[in-house]
């Protein structure tokens, strides 16, 4: 039985904020915060994913 890749595609990676001279570092700081919350938002995701596939694929569906 195969295996959907949905959960895998829930667990895309976060892109760095960048970082120049020119920009406030505070700014930076608050996206970096931004940043982590939504990769960990991924993760948990993809964790609930995989959870419901693994349910599914004990039931036999």
């Not at 595609?9 to 020119?22: G, K, M, S, W």
């Not at 970096?32 to 349910?55: H, P």
Request: glycine share 4%.
């Amino acid at each position: 039985m195969a295996l959907s890749p949905a959960c895998e595609d829930l667990a895309a990676n976060v892109n760095d904020p960048v970082v120049t001279e020119q920009i406030d570092p505070w700014q930076k700081i608050g996206e970096y915060a931004v940043a982590l919350g939504e990769a960990n938002a991924n993760i948990d995701a993809s964790r609930e994913c995989q959870r419901r596939q693994r349910e599914r694929l004990s039931k036999g569906k």
